[in-house]
Every structure is written in C-alpha cells, then in structure tokens.
C-alpha cells in the first residue's frame, strides 16, 4: 500500500494493514532499544577482549545514546517533510549498515565511533516509528496501538541484557550487533509493502542544520563533563555545552525553519509529559545498566545469567503495557501516569540491598517486578499524552521530541551515575 495522506488517516488497529503498520514501528524501534541495552551485558567482555578503558566503556553507551538524541528532533522533522514511512526506511538500512559495522570493530575507538554513526541511523527510524502510528491510526484506536507498540518496543529494551548475555556466554559479543541485521531486513519489507506513506504537507521546505549541530555540542559537552568530571577539559566542556545550549535556545526561537518549534511546549500536557520522560527514562537507564554490571562484578554472574535477572521488567511489559494504554484510554492518563512513576520508586528502593549483597530472590526479584508494574503502567499513557498534545501533522517532530527527551535522560544518567558511585 503505496498511497500518501498528510496527518491523520481511518486504518483501525485489528486490520491487516494497522498490524502490519504496529509490526513494522516494533521491528524498527525494537531494534534501537535493544541495541541501547544489550551492550550492558557484554562491556566486561568487550573491554577486556578489545583492551578498553572505563572511559572507553562509558563511550560505547553514551556515543550511541549521543548521537541518538541529538539527532533524533532533526529525524522527526525529516519524516514530516519527506514522508514518515520513507525516512523510517532510510534510517533501518542506515542502522544496519553501522550495526554490521559495530560488529566488525577491531579497536574501541572504532567501536565508539560506529556507535555514533548507529545512533544517527537510529535517529531517522525511532521518530518515524511512532509517527507511522500517530499518522495512520483511526483516532479512537491511537491509545492502543500506541499502548501496544510501548509494550512490545519496552520488552525489545528489557530483552536486551538477556539476549546480549545469551549471545555473549555462547557465541561472541560481536553478535549483539550483527543481529540486528535480519530484523532490519524485515522491518524494511514489511514497512514497504504494508505500510501507507503520511507526511506533513505544511512542513517548512529546509532544515535546521545549525540546531542539529548546537544540540549535539550541548549534549556531547555536558556528557563529557559528567564521564570526565575532575579532568582538565571538563570546565571547557562545560563551557561549550551552555554556550550551545544558549544559542541552541536563541536560533530555534528566531529561526523560520526551526528543528524544534518552541511553540510546542507552549502545551502544558506536552511540556509536563516530557519533563516527566526525562525523569522516568533516566531511571529505567540507569537500573538496567548498573544492575546487570552489579549482578556481574559482586554477585558473580555470568553475562546470560545477568540478563535472566532482567526478566521481571520484561514480562510485566509484556502482559501489562498494551492493557495501561487501554486503561488510560478509558479513565484518563492523570492516574496511571501519577501511580506508575511512584511504584516504579518503590521498586528502585528495594532494589538498594543489591548494592551491598546480591542475593536475587530478597535483593533484586521483589525490586525489579514492582519496577517493571509501575512502567508497564505508565509508558504508553505517557507517549499518548505527549501526541495527543500536539496537532496530527506534527506527528513527527512530536515523536521525535518525545524520543530525544527520553535518550538524553538514560544518556545522562548513566554519564553521571558512575561518578556519584565511585
């Protein structure tokens, strides 16, 4: 199905076409959760059969994770313009090639470096991912589909240190990469033989490349000062990141053709749910990768035992997050998205004992599935009020918002975490 609409269409979700268009944005932005965790598990392995650093490790998270929310505004905007659908496609094939390219590494730096590369890939599908969605989907069926697609991509993220293990303790960790892959070749049939086109036909003609610049100066300047805090670069860094901050604000407010309308957080639901992202999406990051290397280094695991500790966060996911996009749906979003974010601290509160102890039936079991509960609760009720905010044809660079918010949460966060640890 090749024809285009701009903003919204009337595909309802139990059509062949509304599971085929859910499959293609799981398949996709699957992939780029997955690939945001299911390097944890392989870091010890990774620095000790390429010689890394710490300093090293860290990039090999946060380069991915940098380039990612840097760009992913400049994504969004790029689907509104050219088409959702064609822009998500680019992106999958771009992901596969920097994957292939992870997966051949011989050197950190040049594993660092097709991180980055990766996540400029990741940038183009993630917002289209969701954007195919916003833009297709009968409004009635949004809350849904959305509640489906947070589930199944969430379970892609919490899979990862279980599949990165598997694939670590049996094979190699080049694997990790290599993967993804058959599941890119997928999404791409898939997306191109099921999947109708929407674009925005109002979005403005050029693009906003001094913004995508600043923004990644902002972000890679305050990551660097949080990974290399005490060097003597860090205060240069940290200079750069709120100059490009500043003038990341200034351009985009006086700009004709802004990557990021400022307008939009005019919305209080919009502006609310993204600082609520940011909070929730740095927790999520930062439990599942100090937990896994926790579980590691002080209890002993291997990687594939690690990533089956995990599980918890997946099966709630699984069972539960299409139903709190339904339950949102029917009672509002206020609730769900007020309990969850509570429950998901409760979680993390019991998940303290593992810090001095790893035994996993007291210390991490009874954590991680109260975690797990309150975002499978929480998630797609959050992402619909973050669209739902914002007019159908800016779907994209909703998404794309959304999406840039909740990545520099987890890239912040675990920038900034081993620091506070150490």
């Given amino acids: 199905m090749k024809g285009e609409v701009a903003g919204c269409a009337e595909v309802r979700l139990g059509s062949p076409t509304g599971r085929a268009v859910i499959a293609a944005a799981v398949l996709g932005s699957g992939m780029t959760l997955l690939d945001g965790t299911v390097v944890n598990v392989a870091l010890r392995t990774i620095g000790r059969d390429l010689g890394a650093s710490l300093a090293e490790l860290q990039w090999i998270t946060n380069g991915y994770l940098l380039s990612l929310a840097s760009l992913i ?9 050219f088409g959702r659908r064609r822009v998500f496609v680019i992106g999958t094939v771009w992901f596969a090639l920097a994957s292939l ?12 470096v097709a991180r980055v590369v990766q996540g400029a890939g990741a940038a183009l599908l993630t917002p289209g991912s969701l954007a195919m969605i916003q833009g297709t989907f009968h409004r009635d069926d949004r809350a849904q589909a959305i509640g489906s ?60 490349v001094i913004g995508a ?63 609520m992202t940011l909070l929730v999406y740095a927790a999520l990051g930062a439990v599942l990768f100090f937990l896994v290397l ?43 998205m007020t309990v969850g974010p509570l429950v998901m601290a409760c979680g993390t509160l019991l998940l303290l004992g593992s810090a001095r102890r790893v035994v996993y039936v007291t210390d991490v079991l009874p954590g991680l599935t109260v975690f797990g509960l309150g975002l499978a609760m929480m998630v797609a009720p959050l992402t619909a009020t973050v669209l739902a905010s914002a007019p159908d044809e800016h ?16 890239l912040l966060a675990v920038a900034a975490l081993p620091v506070r640890w150490g």
């Fill in 73 to 81: 505004l400049l994504g969004g905007s790029l689907g509104d313009r």
């Fill in 101 to 112: 390219a992870c997966g051949l590494a011989p050197t950190p730096v040049a594993l660092i």
């Fill in 149 to 208: 697609w947070s589930g199944l991509g969430s379970i892609a993220a919490a899979l990862g240190p279980f599949v990165g293990g598997g694939l670590v303790q049996f094979a190699s960790w080049r694997w990790i990469f290599l993967i993804n892959l058959p599941l890119a070749v997928v999404a791409v049939v898939v997306a191109r033989t099921r999947v109708p086109e929407t674009s925005d036909p109002d979005a403005p003609a050029r693009f906003d």
């Fill in 213 to 275: 610049v600043l923004a990644t100066l902002a972000l890679g300047g305050a990551t660097y000062v949080l990974i290399q805090w005490g060097g003597p670069v860090a205060p240069w860094a940290a200079g750069v990141a709120l100059l490009a901050g500043v003038a990341f604000w200034w351009v985009e407010r006086t700009s004709d053709h802004p990557m990021l309308a400022l307008g939009i957080f005019a919305n209080r639901n919009f502006s609310a749910a993204n600082a």
């Fill in 294 to 336: 926790q579980l590691q280094t002080v209890g002993g695991y291997g990687p594939l035992g690690a990533g089956i500790a995990t599980l918890p966060i997946t099966i709630c996911m699984l069972f539960l997050a299409a139903r709190g996009g339904a339950l949102a749906a029917r009672i509002g979003p206020r609730i769900p």
């Fill in 395 to 410: 779907a994209g660079i909703a998404s794309g918002v959304n999406n840039a918010v909740a990545r520099s949460g987890s």
